[in-house]
């Protein structure tokens, strides 16, 4: 009897999760990477608040960036080296749909504590409290998208050898819509003006990401396996 | 020979397949069949494309002519069913280090079909790895690494099984204890394709050896 595609879903998501907790010190790198960046800003420019809040969310939102792509050189390369995903591809299951569950797992890891940060991140910035809910929300969102097309650009380029650089000069290009409308939410927010446009805008790219990026990935690691 | 084939017999048949890596022709015009209840063993020095020719029948590389029909379908066409009464086992074991031997098959099984832990603990109990249940896979030996491969085979179900070295690393009693799983399986009516340095099964009727040069 075949697993059913929840099940599918729930045995890779679940066996990721117990991954990363026997080796969490590997996690939690992309956070600290993010705290450090951030907390490096008012050491290097100035530490009055003023000033530094008129460039957080941009210092916020490209951390975030950098932090997400950090944690993607490992998300499928691991599975490739050993053999696993040679047996994925032969398990007569669609690989889309494990992939989706790697990427979400490696979103909930990577992403969204991020997300839970950004807030702290960002009062240490000067922001004023009544934009944590759009600084969270539109990480959220952007972040999600981030991971998407990260993998994507994951799948492609885990045969490379040391193709770190590749990855960031392949994926970075395409992360920059996601980028322009997050940290216009958060700047929008600040001034105390509508965010509703951006924000739209984030989910309507998330939305396509996800609905069309896990046949990309399947067929990106595909081409990546027949080697 | 006028009988026709019978569509439904399990068969694996492989024509005229050739395969270039970079500039060198590696498979020049390998043809062979494996019928149910055999066992084909290719032989060959290294670096004749063995492997090579094991991941071309699997699906997992493409060949530059030539075809790979199963049940009489080529298994492009018929990917996903051939996908789910084939069991392939690489060089690599597909183990996660960092996972338990039981925790290892668990995942690996239960993406093709659902297991129960009796199930799972009487095939370890079968390799001998019992003992090794609840210890991380890091902690096996390259022996002990390999039995966990092969009762990952076994728990699959497949009626196919193509095999790249599988007793790499195992000691006498694991080749005899696998080459008992192997005439069982032929037995039964399964298909065993496999590379080899060695004999498997020597003597035995419907064995088979393919001489690659």
Known sequence: ?227 | MSETPDPNRARLEVRSLHLWRGDRHLLRGVSLTVEAGELLQIMGPNGVGKTSLLRCIAGLLPMETGEVEWRGQSIQRSRETYCQQLAYLAHFNALKADLTAIENLRYGVGLRRQVSTEQLRGILERMQLAACTELPVRALSAGQKRRLAIARILLTDALLWVLDEPITNLDAAGIALFEGCMAEHVARGGLILTAAHQQLLQGRPNVRTLELN
């Open chain 1, 1 to 227: 009897m075949q697993p059913g595609l929840l099940q599918l879903l729930g045995l890779v998501m679940g066996r990721d999760l117990r991954l990363a907790l026997r080796h969490w010190d590997q996690v939690i790198q992309p956070l600290i990477f993010f705290v450090i960046i951030t907390t490096l800003f008012p050491l290097a420019i100035s530490p009055a608040l003023d000033e530094l809040r008129r460039i957080a969310p941009g210092v916020v939102w490209v951390a975030a960036m950098l932090a997400a792509l950090l944690a993607l050189e490992s998300l499928f390369r691991p599975d490739v080296e050993d053999g696993t995903m040679e047996q994925w591809t032969l398990s007569g299951q669609p690989l889309s749909v494990m992939l989706l569950a790697k990427t979400v797992t490696h979103w909930l890891l990577a992403g969204l504590p991020i997300v839970v940060m950004a807030p702290l991140v960002g009062t240490a910035l000067g922001m004023p409290s009544s934009t944590w809910l759009v600084l969270a929300g539109s990480l959220a969102l952007g972040t999600a998208s981030l991971s998407v097309l990260g993998a994507i650009g994951a799948a492609l380029t885990v045969a490379v050898r040391r193709g770190s650089v590749l990855l960031a000069l392949l994926v970075l290009p395409l992360e920059m819509p996601v980028l322009i409308f997050g940290a216009r939410a958060v700047d929008l927010a600040m001034q105390g003006e509508p965010v509703a446009a951006p924000l739209n805008l984030l989910g309507a790219l998330l939305l396509l990401f996800i609905s069309l990026g896990p046949f990309a990935m399947a067929a990106a690691m595909r081409i990546s396996v027949e080697t």
